[in-house]
């Protein structure tokens, strides 16, 4: 029995195939396609082709995509959104939309109502919820929106208000019409978190064109039975039809694929991870097998968020940067020839200098043709090389969290540009396979599920907090599609909330599971 594993990136499209002991059986590099689409097939095909294995044994298939991280960035194919807002009158001074790119409100449509409702930061009600105007509200957006974002004041402390919003919605736009509750998705901050949920709705059409496609894409190839999974940007996978609901948990699974991809193959559970793509390098960090969450709000195509996010750090340095001098200095990127490599850098026959010229000029790397470098000056190679020592070292310094050396896990395509001794660091580790961590990544990933609420101590001890809030993780795990059986907690965050007079906490639990065999 084996796994597929395709992770698409904004150069490559990775694919890999493991066996049921989760050693790697073959594993190939394509050229991302403009559509994407054509670029998972190609990749899914050759694979399977090379590694000479009978698709109908193929269990599981895996895919962490950049599809929807791109449909932000380029205000591409996402929904009409009809945002309610539970909180009037308290919060009219700051309306939904506010400080979005005028652009992407126009993309979503800009709908958004306030309505009656929402709770204090204690638990008492701000105001009850008005049926009536709600369910007008609701059919006045009959026909004008494709999806549904309902965003309560404290809904991270209480919920029920939001999911009796939601089967309002379901009642009056149909069932068609999907729907983004603010508690399962953003923390603690209400226009954060909102930003998050219209997010999520906006991206709804794309999640389904991504998960219809790769499932037609599998049963192109005479993959049937398989089960079919998304990466999420936490390290772990869910369901298909989690994935539906929840696609804004796939943004920024490259990078943690890659980091989980990393710990299988150095065999490290902490680590700094330098992923060096053909445009950029993305550095994060393993605690524990898993990548290191940000505690900070994060801008995703220019809207703020509180949206659990990888801390990932990404400098324009990647194998095709383009390599310059001006006004007597030497710049490596951040622009760069990207997927055209092989076209159009010197060592393929190309007029471009890029990173991966300067590594093969001074014999670091052994690729292409070494003679066509050759009328690289050797002074200016070992300068430009010097600023790709500079610029990783300054990267790695931002991610530590103490003066000592740390292990660093070289993976990616690009890694052959990085010196091999780096200050601040005490050893690299690099596997001939890490230019496909990515897909390894997604391919051995388990399923994980996560739920945060502001508990007060005073009122359920902590105990009981702690007991509630991991079995409600644990449901989302299985909802995800994790075997509820071998659900194993792994983190927890408490942050008590300071102005609140009853020791109220924010309370985070993570767990995981393995998937269905």
Known sequence: MYRIGIDVGGTNTDAVIIDENLNLIHGVKMPTSEDIQTGIEQALHRVVKEAGIDPAKITHAMLGTTQCTNAIVERKKLAKVGVLRLGYPATASVLPYTAWPEDMTETLGGEYALAHGGYEYDGQPLTELKEQEIKEILMGWKGKIESLAIVGVFSSLKNDQEFQVAKWAEEILGEDIPVSCSSTIGSVGLIERENATILNAALNKVMVTVSNGFEQALANEGIYEAAVYLCQN??????????????????????????????????????????????????????????????????????????????????????????????????????????????????????????????????????????????????????????????????????????????????????????????????????????????????????????????????????????????KASQQAVLAGAVETTIELVEIEETPLAYHPENATRLRIKVVGKMDE
Not at 313 to 322: D, K, N, P
Not at 423 to 449: F, L, M, P, R, T
């Open 234 to 471: 936490d390290g772990t996978l869910m369901s298909i039809d989690y994935a539906r609901k929840f696609p804004i948990l796939t943004i920024a699974c490259g990078p943690t694929n890659s980091i989980r991809g990393a710990s299988y193959l150095a065999k490290l559970k902490n680590a700094i991870v330098l992923d060096v793509g053909g445009t950029t390098s993305d550095l994060g960090v393993l605690a524990d097998g898993f990548p290191r969450e940000s505690s900070l709000a994060v801008d995703v195509g220019g809207i703020r968020t509180n949206f659990r996010m990888p801390d990932i750090i990404s400098i324009g340095l990647g194998g095709g940067s383009i390599v310059r001098e001006k006004d007597g200095q030497i710049t490596v990127g951040p622009d760069s020839v990207g997927y055209r490599i092989t076209t159009e850098a010197k060592v393929f026959g190309g007029s471009v200098t890029t990173a991966t010229d300067i590594a093969v000029r001074l014999g670091k790397a052994d690729v292409g043709d070494a003679s066509l470098v050759e009328d690289i000056p050797l002074v200016f190679a070992e300068e430009a090389y010097q600023k790709i020592k500079t610029m990783t070292e300054d990267a790695i310094d931002k991610m530590k969290t103490s003066s000592g050396d740390v292990e660093l896990v070289l993976v990616g395509g690009g890694g052959i540009i990085i010196p091999t001794e780096l200050k601040g660091v005490s050893a690299i580790y690099w596997d001939e396979h890490g230019g496909v961590a990515n897909a390894i990544g997604a391919s051995i990933a388990q399923i994980s599920g996560q739920y945060e609420q502001i508990y007060i101590y005073s009122r359920l001890s902590r105990e009981d907090s702690l007991q509630d809030a991991q079995e």
